[in-house]
């Protein structure tokens, strides 16, 4: 079946130390996201990616970091920077081209700061 | 003002009602409406998708917009305990869906419960 898959679903990490959320695609989107989601507030864009080797800063990416090597893959690096980092985060895809673009989400990897 | 506003809710309603949810926006170049549904720890996955005005009805969900007024809805009738989620709204001026003035902006997502 295709989809995103995203790992770890949960994730412990203490202050000062960088994590990295995996996210990989098998639908063979070119367009690549990763979202926070906080409680009572919406999907706030923290990176995004058109096509490989290529992404830009979404509205939220200070203390973050990604990389995008290969179409399915669009890691995210939660860095010691990030000031505030306990979040859930969803990482999505879609077509960039044509009709019914919609964006496919993964289920989540929810992050912890001890 | 808030591009998009979304009554968070939450919304608790008996079996078989018609629900209404409802979104406003302040961004005339929108074009692109969706409603998206999200299950207790789960990504949010598309529900109904409709391009600048009018409705749209698939199966007991309806999704409705005005543009001349800035508001969208979405009516889910005959509900079910089932359609118990969060569902959240999203717009946007262009497609494809990326960054800066062309973004997806989504609104904080309404919590509905419905009780058997």
Redesign the interface.
């Known amino acids: 079946d295709g989809g995103i898959t995203q790992s770890p679903k949960y994730l412990f990490r203490k202050e000062g130390q960088n994590v990295t959320l995996s996210c990989e695609q098998n639908l063979n989107h070119d367009a690549m996201y990763w979202y926070r989601q906080d409680p009572g507030q919406g999907l706030r864009l923290i990176y995004y990616s058109q096509i490989v080797n290529d992404f830009q800063k979404g509205d939220i990416a200070e203390g973050y970091s990604v990389s995008r090597e290969k179409k399915e893959s669009f890691p995210l690096t939660v860095t010691s920077a990030q000031k505030n980092p306990t979040a859930f985060y969803l990482c999505a895809s879609s077509r960039r081209q044509g009709p019914g673009g919609e964006l496919f989400f993964g289920e989540g990897s929810r992050l912890t700061v001890l | 003002q808030k591009e ?1 506003e ?1 009554d ?1 809710g939450p919304l608790s309603v008996p079996e078989g009602a018609i629900v209404s949810l409802n979104c406003t926006y302040s961004n005339s170049a929108f074009q692109y409406f ?1 409603w998206y549904r999200q299950y207790s ?6 529900l109904m ?1 409709t391009y600048s005005s009018g409705n749209k009805e698939d199966g007991r969900f309806t999704a409705q917009v005005d543009k001349s007024s800035k508001y969208i809805s979405l009516f889910i009738r005959d509900s079910q305990p089932s359609d118990s989620a969060t569902y ?1 709204c999203a717009m946007s001026a262009s ?6 003035s062309e ?7 309404m919590k509905l419960t419905v009780n058997p």
Do not use: D, I, S
């Open positions: 998009v979304q968070p969706m720890r789960k990504g949010p996955e598309l998708y959240l497609w494809p869906w990326v960054g800066g973004k997806l902006v989504f609104g904080k997502g």
